[in-house]
Structure formats: structure tokens, C-alpha cells
């Protein structure tokens, strides 16, 4: 299932468009503010973003152009009640794929949004990689040398977390919101097990990294043999 992001404040058509997507089989993760976004970009990996462009904090073109000056080219789909032609330019100018003035008609939107998801991911930063480890995200392939393993959506958001991570710990609380969403509800173990599978699958393509648990920090990768 694809995991977008969408930056709305108001909460009834964040709900609605929620439901739409849903019924499209797209994920929804919802922020109502320009930070709230950056935190989550930072954390996740996302197939595609919808943002208004206004928000209590600001213009959500001034997070779009932070995340393209940043390197990062999630496809996104502006919506907005501005329609002035020059607002257009503007937001197209600033890194928008779409633009979506408000009323709209929701087959519209969920169409708009498919047609994003079917871009390719077209920036090597969207490819996370460490060592002799990389990520295809719009595929969801790990590959080592000419080894490669797919990975499950949550498995791909957690390696991609770790993989940007490099040897940095990261926090248990952060794998998870990274594999199920800002809001989903998540069982004690599943991280243990979606840890567990990568692990395995890890060993499949004969990289020398790991998965290692520092203990009361969180997870981290790790090359075999190598002190840290």
C-alpha cells in the first residue's frame, strides 16, 4: 500500500480526502503545520504529499521549496483556494508536480494523486544507502553488489530510517511510526518481527551489515567484525 502525506489543516476535508484515498487503497498520514511536516519528512518516506498552501504556520510553498532545496523530490500535488494564475506559476515554480484549486471533486483529487504515485522517484536522495547497502524506494528492492531482496512496505520504511541513520542510533518509537504511520495503532512485537524478517533477508544478499540492539537507546546498523 502506498503511505502519502498530507499537510491540511482543516479537518473535515483532511477527513474526507483520508476517506478517499483509503477507498483508492492509498495510506494517509495527516500533519496541519509547515513543522509538523519537515519532522515527518524526516522521519518516513513518503510516495507522495498533498499540501495546502494555507496554514497557520505560513505558506506550505515555503516548506515545498525547503524540501526540494533539501534534496528531496516527493511528488506533490498543491491544493489551494488561490487560482489567480500567478499563484499557479508560483506553486509550479516552487516544486509542485499538481495543482488542485479548491472546490474540487474528489474522483478528481484520488485521480491526480494515482498519477503522482506513478511517477518514478527521479533523485538519488529519495535512494537511501550505506555501506554496501542500497534502497530502491520507488521499488522497494535492497540491493547488495548484484544480490537484491524486496521488502515489504513497513520493511522498507524501517531500513530507510536506519540507512539514513548510517550508525546513528535510532529510537524504537521512531522504527515505528516510520514502518506504520503517525497514527496507526501498533502491537508490542510487531517491530520485533519486521526486525526479525529484515535481519533474515539481510543474510539473503550476504551484506555485511547488521541490525544491532543498543540496548535502552534503540536499533542501529552495523557492520560484522568491525568495533564501534
Given amino acids: 500500500m502506498s503511505r502519502i502525506l498530507l499537510i491540511e489543516d482543516h479537518e ?57 532545496k533539501a534534496g528531496l523530490g516527493v511528488p506533490c500535488l498543491v491544493l489551494t483556494a488561490r487560482d489567480a494564475l500567478h499563484d499557479r506559476v508560483e506553486g509550479l515554480d516552487a516544486g509542485a508536480d499538481d495543482y488542485l484549486p ?50 515489504s512496505p513497513a520493511e522498507m520504511q524501517i531500513m530507510t530510517l536506519l540507512l539514513r541513520a548510517r550508525l546513528n542510533v535510532v529510537r524504537r518509537g521512531a522504527l515505528e511510526a516510520a514502518a506504520w504511520g503517525l497514527s496507526e495503532a501498533v502491537t508490542p512485537n510487531a517491530l520485533d518481527v519486521a526486525l526479525h524478517r529484515i535481519r533474515r533477508k539481510l543474510l ?12 535502552g537507546h534503540g536499533y542501529a546498523l552495523r557492520e560484522q567484525g568491525v568495533a564501534q
Avoid at 474540487?104 to 535512494?127: C, G, I, K, N, T
Avoid at 537511501?128 to 521488502?151: E, H, N
Wanted: aromatic share 4%; proline share 3%; charged share 25%.
Fill in 12 to 68: 473535515r476535508l483532511a477527513d474526507l480526502i483520508c476517506k478517499g484515498l483509503a477507498g483508492a487503497g492509498v495510506a494517509v498520514d495527516v500533519v496541519g503545520r509547515i513543522d509538523a511536516a519537515w519532522a515527518a519528512v524526516q522521519r518516513l518516506s513518503y510516495q507522495a504529499m498533498i499540501l495546502d498552501r494555507g496554514l497557520p504556520d505560513g505558506d506550505g510553498l515555503v516548506l515545498l521549496r525547503k524540501l526540494r
Fill in 102 to 151: 479548491k472546490p474540487f471533486a474528489m474522483d478528481e483529487m484520488v485521480a491526480r494523486v494515482r498519477a503522482l504515485l506513478r511517477r518514478p522517484a527521479v533523485l538519488s536522495a529519495l535512494d537511501p544507502s550505506f555501506g554496501d547497502l542500497i534502497l530502491r524506494t520507488d521499488t522497494g528492492v535492497l540491493w547488495r553488489a548484484d544480490k537484491s531482496v524486496a521488502l
Fill in 204 to 215: 539473503s544478499i550476504d551484506s555485511r551489515h547488521i541490525i544491532v540492539n543498543v540496548r
